[in-house]
Nanobody
């Protein structure tokens, strides 16, 4: 019913920038919080940034000042602008969203398939 598709990952040199996008599509009545997570090889998935429907944001300490989360509610899309990238930012980045498919439906959490970000010289 609901699909989240990430894009924008790739290979970048240390100090470089990337902008990730995650578009939600399908049967959508409303979207609440949208988040970005990442998972590096051999590590647990960690929360990178979150944004409410009203635009309130929060970022992990490790990316504060370098990453910015934003969203376009008209497009059901969340973005992650990543600047001053470091090798330790290398991971698969996933987005998720809390979605209602109708007015009376429960909130459900949907995940994207992930996009690889590699920071290396």
């Amino acid at each position: 019913q609901v699909q989240l598709v990430e894009s924008g990952g790739g290979l970048v040199q240390p100090g470089g920038s990337l902008r990730l996008s995650c578009a939600a599509s399908g049967t959508i009545f409303s979207i609440s919080d949208m988040d970005w997570y990442r998972q590096a090889p051999g590590k647990e998935r960690e929360l990178v940034a979150t944004i409410t429907s009203g635009g309130r944001t929060n970022c992990a300490d490790s990316v504060t000042g370098r990453f910015t989360i934003s969203r376009d509610n008209a497009k059901n899309t969340v973005y992650l602008q990543m600047n001053s990238l470091k090798p330790e930012d290398t991971a698969v980045y996933y987005c998720n969203a809390d979605v209602k498919v109708s007015r009376y439906a429960l909130w459900e959490l949907y995940w994207g398939q992930g996009t690889q970000v590699t920071v290396s010289s």
